[in-house]
């Protein structure tokens, strides 16, 4: 092989290009699946694999697939990518340089000479983010087959829209049955991220190698109180949704300051409230609240907490409720072997490396059902995500890429 050359430059020029396609305005990225923006967002990134050669298929969810065909078509194929969907008020890094910066990595392993033995697969994984329905990582959760075609067709969004509707929306065909993918049908899958976190620039460090990724789960909330005006409802015969909403927030953040371990994080993101007049008392509210720990004994005793504090505050301030778990999934324990492939590779070049824990979770949490998986982190300015001023650094991405792609010639060629 060739001296390998990461394009800095035409990698950069992508990013910035990607983060254009918004639903907001610039820098604020916003890209919701099956939206206008999301929509041309796939259209541009499946532009650039065609224009890198690479072979193209979608499944019925919308998941991307982008091939480099090895010599020996027979083996299980290396796979890596991430995702472009991206939550409102967003930033340009988060999964678009697992995609952007795979193809990257390929593009600069074609231009070396090296050819593989076993094909190389990218995947744009369908609504990584849970800003649809409530649920993150519906394309890898169905691969993985970790969510059921049920839960699946039973899913809606904030206007009632299912996925069947959805899926029309972004021109996918076929049924949700034949996206899931057979066991071991990769050698491995490797995703490049954003640590999200503050450790490896506080620390100084080019890479982390991330050995397990956190337990994560949500539960979806409707409450209904009693509405009224807000002068002439008078307090004691209140029957606030709002209310009733504050205090379950504030039972979350109990719930996660008490387990016991330093890694279980609770967050109510979603709180809307009808009918949203300043003159008018809240008569019903939605939450949703995200609840995750590496460990999972932690994370579900606070679960079970949370969901005696909602029932104890919705009684107590007579509020109907109804509450259902979204989701409540297992850690991912990284594959021992491409954990070290990555970790030599980065040391081979130079660089210093991390072995770490993923606390925010991936498509890599599922596809780990799937095959022996790892991830690739590199630094982030002061560890901001999920925002416009989310930042690494040119240099930072090279880095990242440049392990990939020679983490991608070693399991290739194995």
């Given at each position: 092989?060739?001296?390998?050359?990461?394009?800095?430059?035409?990698?950069?020029?992508?990013?910035?290009?990607?983060?254009?396609?918004?639903?907001?305005?610039?820098?604020?990225?916003?890209?919701?699946?099956?939206?206008?923006?999301?929509?041309?967002?796939?259209?541009?990134?499946?532009?650039?694999?065609?224009?890198?050669?690479?072979?193209?298929?979608?499944?019925?969810?919308?998941?991307?697939?982008?091939?480099?065909?090895?010599?020996?078509?027979?083996?299980?194929?290396v796979a890596t990518g991430s995702h472009i969907d991206a939550i409102p008020n967003a930033g340009k890094y988060d999964g678009v340089v697992g995609v952007l910066g795979a193809l990257e990595a390929i593009r600069a392993l074609r231009a070396a000479s090296f050819q593989p033995k076993r094909s190389i697969e990218l995947i744009v994984f369908t609504s990584e983010e849970p800003t649809r329905f409530g649920i993150g990582c519906l394309g890898s959760r169905l691969l993985g087959g970790v969510l059921s075609l049920e839960r699946a067709a039973a899913l809606r969004d904030r206007d009632g829209k299912d996925l069947e509707f959805w899926r029309a929306e972004g021109g996918c065909t076929g049924s949700l049955d034949s996206v899931k993918l057979p066991k071991d049908c990769y050698a491995a899958f490797v995703e490049l991220h954003i640590e999200q976190g503050p450790i490896l620039e506080a620390e100084n460090l080019d890479i982390g190698v991330v050995e397990k990724i956190a337990a994560p789960s949500t539960l979806r909330l409707q409450?209904?109180?009693?509405?009224?005006?807000?002068?002439?409802?008078?307090?004691?015969?209140?029957?606030?949704?709002?209310?009733?909403?504050?205090?379950?927030?504030?039972?979350?953040?109990q719930a996660a300051t008490t387990t016991g371990s330093p890694d279980t994080v609770g967050t109510t993101g979603v709180f809307r409230i009808e009918p949203g007049a300043v003159n008018s008392v809240p008569c019903r509210a939605w939450l949703e609240i995200d609840l995750r720990d590496t460990l999972v004994k932690s994370r579900d005793a606070a679960l079970v907490q949370i969901e005696a504090a909602v029932k104890e505050i919705c009684t107590r301030r007579k509020i109907e409720f109804t509450m259902e778990?979204?989701?409540?999934?297992?850690?991912?324990?990284?594959?021992?072997?491409?954990?070290?492939?990555?970790?030599?590779?980065?040391?081979?070049?130079?660089?210093?490396?991390?072995?770490?824990?993923?606390?925010?979770?991936?498509?890599?949490?599922?596809?780990?059902?799937?095959?022996?998986?790892?991830?690739?982190?590199?630094?982030?300015?002061?560890?901001?995500?999920?925002?416009?001023?989310?930042?690494?650094?040119?240099?930072?991405i090279e880095k990242g890429v440049r392990v990939l792609a020679e983490t991608f010639a070693e399991l290739a060629n194995r």
């Amino acid at each position: 092989m060739n001296p390998l050359v990461v394009d800095t430059n035409r990698l950069q020029r992508e990013l910035d290009d990607l983060a254009l396609i918004t639903e907001s305005e610039p820098p604020v990225v916003t890209r919701v699946l099956f939206s206008e923006s999301d929509l041309r967002g796939r259209a541009f990134v499946k532009s650039l694999c065609r224009q890198a050669g690479l072979v193209l298929r979608e499944d019925a969810v919308g998941n991307i697939f982008a091939r480099w065909e090895g010599t020996d078509k027979n083996l299980p194929a290396v796979a890596t990518g991430s995702h472009i969907d991206a939550i409102p008020n967003a930033g340009k890094y988060d999964g678009v340089v697992g995609v952007l910066g795979a193809l990257e990595a390929i593009r600069a392993l074609r231009a070396a000479s090296f050819q593989p033995k076993r094909s190389i697969e990218l995947i744009v994984f369908t609504s990584e983010e849970p800003t649809r329905f409530g649920i993150g990582c519906l394309g890898s959760r169905l691969l993985g087959g970790v969510l059921s075609l049920e839960r699946a067709a039973a899913l809606r969004d904030r206007d009632g829209k299912d996925l069947e509707f959805w899926r029309a929306e972004g021109g996918c065909t076929g049924s949700l049955d034949s996206v899931k993918l057979p066991k071991d049908c990769y050698a491995a899958f490797v995703e490049l991220h954003i640590e999200q976190g503050p450790i490896l620039e506080a620390e100084n460090l080019d890479i982390g190698v991330v050995e397990k990724i956190a337990a994560p789960s949500t539960l979806r909330l409707q409450l209904t109180g009693v509405g009224g005006h807000a002068g002439a409802t008078l307090m004691p015969g209140r029957r606030d949704a709002l209310l009733a909403g504050a205090e379950i927030a504030l039972a979350v953040e109990q719930a996660a300051t008490t387990t016991g371990s330093p890694d279980t994080v609770g967050t109510t993101g979603v709180f809307r409230i009808e009918p949203g007049a300043v003159n008018s008392v809240p008569c019903r509210a939605w939450l949703e609240i995200d609840l995750r720990d590496t460990l999972v004994k932690s994370r579900d005793a606070a679960l079970v907490q949370i969901e005696a504090a909602v029932k104890e505050i919705c009684t107590r301030r007579k509020i109907e409720f109804t509450m259902e778990r979204l989701n409540v999934d297992p850690p991912a324990i990284c594959d021992a072997k491409v954990v070290a492939t990555a970790e030599g590779v980065a040391k081979k070049l130079g660089y210093s490396v991390k072995r770490m824990v993923s606390r925010a979770y991936h498509d890599s949490l599922f596809m780990a059902q799937v095959c022996p998986t790892t991830m690739i982190f590199i630094p982030c300015y002061q560890g901001y995500s999920h925002r416009p001023d989310e930042f690494s650094s040119p240099e930072q991405i090279e880095k990242g890429v440049r392990v990939l792609a020679e983490t991608f010639a070693e399991l290739a060629n194995r």
